[in-house]
């Protein structure tokens, strides 16, 4: 039984693939060239990609897609649709408008932003299931799947990893990270650091014991704009076109698919703290870490036991 770790540098984050079992190298490769195919599709920054082809031909004619795109489209839209939801798929044009995390950044004036929350609507992306076709309402309007692309792609190559009869095996898109069977080091659960959002990169304010399952954490510190003595982070409501605000500053989803992770970090995340571990609570099989901007840390009932919180 081999065990084999690939590093890859891809869509603007570090990739890590870590798998037991035979012909592991190989798998890895394999796995490396799914990315760089969901990369051509998916990504939003190249002009290339089916992405952007939606952003230019879209709101002209409906316009065919991959299985997968149409599927992660779908699924984001519904999850847009849902009420009190701070995902939206259809907030490219507010992304572009602002720039954070770019050397373009800018805090756009009131009147560009008002223009613009006009294309926001997710209603106005009408799906053809049957001919998997994309149509935008609205000439304008972007789809962006930034914020559950990662969790999505992490699933499948994890489906292929134990499709192919891994034994153990790890999948870390830069932050999400989606485990199965036993730790290497631990031989047992995973102790997967969640990100101080007071500090750099790197360092941990908890670990959290999981097996077969997923980490996301999304918070107001991964990319922000200073203009003027204000800081405003990357996490946006389409309702008002600003960043969110809340006493959240980082939010982690823990369940069995990486997707759902993603969905939630950015579904709830404009609540307050209370509000999201009360709704976590509910929903079967999943678990949330929040940290507040005063440096609280508080976890549904499911990850008691579970998490070690480490001075922050």
């Given at each position: 039984?081999?065990?084999?770790?690939?590093?890859i540098y891809l869509m603007g984050t570090k990739?890590?693939?870590?798998?037991?079992?035979?012909?592991?190298?190989?798998?890895?490769?394999?796995?490396?060239?799914?990315?760089?195919?969901?990369?051509?599709?998916?990504?939003?920054?190249?002009?290339h990609s089916q992405l952007a082809m939606l952003?230019?031909?879209?709101?002209?004619?409906?316009?065919?897609?991959?299985?997968?795109?149409?599927?992660?489209?779908?699924?984001?839209?519904?999850?847009?649709?849902?009420?009190?939801?701070?995902?939206?798929?259809?907030?490219?044009?507010?992304?572009?408008?602002?720039?954070?995390?770019?050397?373009?950044?800018?805090?756009?004036?009131?009147?560009?932003?008002?223009?613009?929350?006009?294309?926001?609507?997710?209603?106005?992306?009408?799906?053809?299931?049957?001919?998997?076709?994309?149509?935008?309402?609205?000439?304008?309007?972007?789809?962006?799947?930034?914020?559950?692309?990662?969790?999505?792609?992490?699933?499948?190559?994890?489906?292929?990893?134990?499709?192919?009869?891994?034994?153990?095996?790890?999948?870390d898109m830069g932050g999400n990270v989606l485990?199965?069977?036993?730790?290497?080091?631990?031989?047992?659960?995973?102790?997967?650091?969640?990100?101080?959002?007071?500090?750099?990169?790197?360092?941990?304010?908890?670990?959290?014991?999981?097996?077969?399952?997923?980490?996301?954490?999304?918070?107001?510190?991964?990319?922000?704009?200073?203009?003027?003595?204000?800081?405003?982070?990357?996490?946006?409501?389409?309702?008002?076109?600003?960043?969110?605000?809340?006493?959240?500053?980082?939010?982690?989803?823990?369940?069995?698919?990486?997707?759902?992770?993603?969905?939630?970090?950015?579904?709830?995340?404009?609540?307050?703290?209370?509000?999201?571990?009360?709704?976590?609570?509910?929903?079967?099989?999943?678990?949330?870490?929040?940290?507040?901007?005063?440096?609280?840390?508080?976890?549904?009932?499911?990850?008691?036991?579970?998490?070690?919180?480490?001075?922050?």
């Amino acid at each position: 039984m081999t065990e084999y770790t690939k590093i890859i540098y891809l869509m603007g984050t570090k990739i890590s693939l870590y798998i037991k079992g035979e012909g592991g190298k190989s798998l890895t490769e394999k796995a490396e060239d799914m990315l760089i195919h969901y990369n051509e599709v998916f990504s939003a920054n190249s002009d290339h990609s089916q992405l952007a082809m939606l952003k230019k031909m879209a709101s002209l004619a409906p316009q065919r897609v991959d299985e997968e795109l149409y599927e992660l489209i779908k699924t984001g839209k519904k999850h847009s649709l849902r009420e009190n939801s701070f995902l939206n798929i259809a907030i490219g044009p507010l992304i572009k408008l602002w720039r954070i995390g770019f050397t373009e950044a800018r805090v756009p004036d009131k009147e560009s932003i008002e223009k613009v929350l006009e294309l926001l609507n997710p209603e106005n992306i009408q799906l053809d299931d049957e001919n998997k076709t994309v149509f935008l309402l609205k000439k304008g309007m972007e789809i962006d799947l930034g914020a559950i692309a990662k969790g999505y792609f992490a699933d499948k190559v994890m489906e292929f990893f134990k499709d192919h009869g891994a034994v153990s095996a790890m999948v870390d898109m830069g932050g999400n990270v989606l485990v199965f069977g036993e730790s290497p080091s631990e031989g047992g659960d995973w102790n997967v650091g969640i990100q101080n959002p007071f500090l750099p990169r790197g360092n941990a304010a908890a670990l959290v014991k999981i097996r077969d399952q997923s980490v996301v954490t999304s918070g107001i510190y991964e990319r922000v704009l200073e203009k003027e003595g204000s800081k405003y982070h990357h996490i946006f409501n389409s309702r008002t076109g600003y960043p969110i605000e809340s006493n959240i500053a980082s939010l982690t989803v823990i369940a069995d698919r990486s997707l759902d992770c993603d969905i939630y970090t950015t579904e709830l995340f404009g609540l307050d703290a209370a509000s999201i571990i009360r709704r976590v609570n509910k929903v079967k099989e999943m678990g949330a870490v929040v940290i507040t901007v005063d440096g609280k840390l508080a976890c549904t009932n499911n990850l008691t036991g579970r998490i070690q919180p480490l001075a922050m």
